[in-house]
């Protein structure tokens, strides 16, 4: 996989756009996901825990 740049927050949506998938673009982490949202991932986990987001590598300039 290549990379992206951002200069917003990686869980931000357009960046996680290239490796999330959520209902809502808000749902960066656990504590924004109403209780009754069953089986969602927020946007964080899914960057550490799931392809294509945890074969990103990560550079620092």
């Not at 917003?8 to 999330?20: D, G, N």
């Not at 009754?36 to 590598?57: M, S, V, W």
Request: net charge positive; with cysteine.
């Amino acid at each position: 996989m290549g990379g992206f740049v951002t200069t917003t927050r990686v869980t931000h949506a357009t960046p996680s756009a290239l490796y999330a998938h959520t209902p809502n673009r808000n749902w960066e982490c656990e504590s924004k996901i109403p209780e009754n949202a069953f089986k969602c991932k927020d946007i964080a986990r899914q960057l550490i825990e799931d392809t294509p987001g945890k074969k990103i590598q990560v550079s620092y300039c």
